[in-house]
């Protein structure tokens, strides 16, 4: 089965991180971001795999080069001009048009049992399966509407009521793996039995509980597909394609998941996600290729990219430390991001991105903004 992944975004909301490197081609668990996704893909047969490309593509191809160490064979498609999650399906439409295919965003870890999504969609005929999970925690995503299976529309993210113990700038970066407690996992168990019911009357995923659903950015589709897609121009499924769809009577079924899933698309993001994963595996370090950390320096909880020198009597605590940084001695990082300061002294901070200051030959970026 073919796929692609959606990968050509400039990546703002992870800069200084995104200056000298497309988004994914940056390391995530010591293989670049795209090619961790690529690994999901192939576990569940995509072996054919496309990728879009527009900021610093060459960076990218220089990552992940013909995709064979991901278990994949890789086709990059350009876009001189950002397209959208539509368009740049039309822009790869002979590469997908000849069977169903997976398209997924690049900027994602999760082990969502694809094989269960595919099930669903072959079970119900539908032009397009979207793969949804609950928002219990009511994060910035928007809502999908959904009824006996079927996706019905889109709506805003979620409000979270005041009384809520969601309410916290970093209620969106919590691990969306923990367990829930006392009303939220009540809901829940609600949810899935609501889900548990009409799956056994023979029906797809229902949304029968209080609990809002948010698109997780993987989806399974036809070819006919491109009947709905404008040609040659930006568009969005979301907005573009699957509301008219849906309109002229197509089925677009919802597929309600269980599973990790982690959404990397800012810095807070990448880095808890990055610890939350390699916690998982005992361990708390992430080192890239040619680094050193000398002995007595005190470093946890980092992720550490290629060729950095982390000095004697230098501190780390929970940061992303970028290709050639080095720590000097007595220096001490914490909730940070950190690349060299040249990278940066002849750029614009992107609108998104958090604001650094300039720190000796690094320039670091606090995580709690």
């Not at 079927?150 to 993210?157: D, E, L, S």
């Not at 009303?183 to 809002?212: H, I």
């Not at 659903?213 to 006919?224: A, D, K, S, Y």
């Amino acid at each position: 089965m073919r796929a692609m992944i959606l990968a050509a975004g400039y990546g703002t909301r992870l800069w200084p991180l995104t200056i000298d490197r497309a988004k994914p081609a940056i390391p995530f668990l010591n293989r670049p971001l795209v090619g961790y996704v690529a690994e999901y893909l192939a576990r569940y047969g995509c072996d054919e795999v496309a990728v879009n490309l527009h900021h610093q593509s060459e960076s990218v191809r220089a990552a992940l080069g013909d995709g064979s160490r991901f278990g994949v064979r890789l086709h990059y498609v350009e876009e001189p001009e950002i397209l959208g999650t539509s368009g740049a399906l039309d822009n790869a439409r002979e590469f997908l048009e000849g069977d169903t295919f997976v398209v997924i965003n690049g900027k994602l870890a999760t082990d969502i049992d694809l094989n269960r999504a595919l099930d669903t969609h072959r079970r119900t005929g539908a032009l397009a399966t979207l793969v949804l999970r609950p928002n219990e925690r009511r994060e910035r995503f928007s809502t999908v509407q959904t009824a006996n299976g079927q996706v019905h529309g889109f709506g805003p993210a979620p409000i979270i009521p005041q009384e809520s113990d969601n309410v916290s700038g970093s209620s969106q970066l919590t691990d969306p793996d923990s367990r829930l407690s006392g009303k939220q996992d009540t809901r829940l168990r609600a949810f899935e039995s609501a889900r548990m019911n009409e799956q056994q009357e023979g029906g797809g995923d229902a949304n029968e509980s209080d609990v809002p659903l948010m698109f997780t950015g993987i989806q399974i589709l036809e070819p006919r597909i491109f009947s709905y897609i404008p040609r040659g121009v930006f568009s969005h499924t979301t907005t573009d394609v699957y509301p008219l769809a849906i309109a002229r009577g197509e089925r677009i079924a919802a597929h309600i998941s269980e599973g990790m899933w982690y959404e990397l698309s800012t810095l807070e993001r990448y880095l808890s996600t990055s610890l939350t994963l390699l916690a998982r595996a005992g361990r708390e370090l992430s080192i890239g290729e040619n680094s050193r950390i000398e002995d007595s320096a005190d470093v946890r909880e980092a992720v550490l990219w290629e060729n950095i020198r982390i000095e004697a009597g230098a501190r780390v605590r929970r940061a992303v430390i970028g290709a050639g940084v080095r720590v000097m001695a007595g220096e001490s990082i914490e909730n940070a991001a950190v690349v060299r300061a040249e990278l940066v002294q002849n750029s614009e901070r992107p609108p998104k991105a958090l604001e650094g200051e300039f720190r000796g030959e690094n320039f670091v970026v606090p995580l709690s903004q």
